[in-house]
């Protein structure tokens, strides 16, 4: 008993001291702050912030039908917001949602666009820097429409502080080259 008592107390020992080195061996949490990343300046979007009336035309539809945007600012001043809501017509059963978020990816020095959608839909497209108030968004990711076999860029235009325009085209599966516009007003 005497000798399986000494054994054990050699045996606390060791693990005290290992514990003890390897306590001692662990590495110190660094304390330097994150870096944070400058704000985007969004001095050239100003204008867009508050609500917007839309018509867009296609040349896939009969007629233009009405969008509302609601653009503004997030809390943190990373991303500029846009809420849109696609009013109902004759081949859109209810209104639609959709949320764009805009930022500036600085290290690849492109404007960055992430929309999703209320039935599912998402995109992600950048854009270079905005020059004499024209800007392109390219899509990186789409998501897949079964007729439609790729996008042009969609081209934005500011007329003026409370006008703006947009053009695209989309190209379907069976060759056709189908034209969109959006005009919009500030309310």
């Known amino acids: ?6 054994s054990l107390c050699i045996l606390a020992l060791l693990v005290t001291i290992g514990g003890a080195a390897v306590f001692a061996a662990t590495p110190k949490i660094e304390g330097t702050p994150v870096p944070m990343r400058s704000k985007p300046d969004f001095s050239s979007f ?3 912030i508050g609500t917007w009336q839309c018509v867009e035309e296609s040349s896939r539809r009969p007629r233009p039908f009405n969008v509302t945007q609601v653009y503004s600012m997030d809390s943190s001043g990373y991303w500029l917001i846009r809420e849109e809501t ?4 004759s081949w859109i059963p209810r209104e639609l949602k959709s949320e764009a978020k805009f930022t500036w990816d600085g290290p690849a020095k492109h404007w960055v666009r992430i929309v999703t959608g209320d039935l599912g839909g998402y995109s992600v497209a950048t854009a270079p820097a905005a020059g004499s108030g024209t800007i392109a968004y390219t899509y990186v990711i789409q998501a897949k429409q079964p007729d439609v076999a790729s996008y ?3 081209v934005y235009h500011k007329v003026s502080d409370t006008k703006k325009t947009m053009t695209t085209s989309f190209t379907e599966t069976n060759g056709r080259i189908v034209n969109v516009k959006e005009t919009c007003t500030k309310a």
């Open 1 to 6: 008993m005497y000798k399986s008592m000494r």
């Open 46 to 48: 100003a204008f867009l």
């Open 86 to 89: 696609t009013h109902k017509a």
């Open 152 to 154: 042009a860029p969609e």
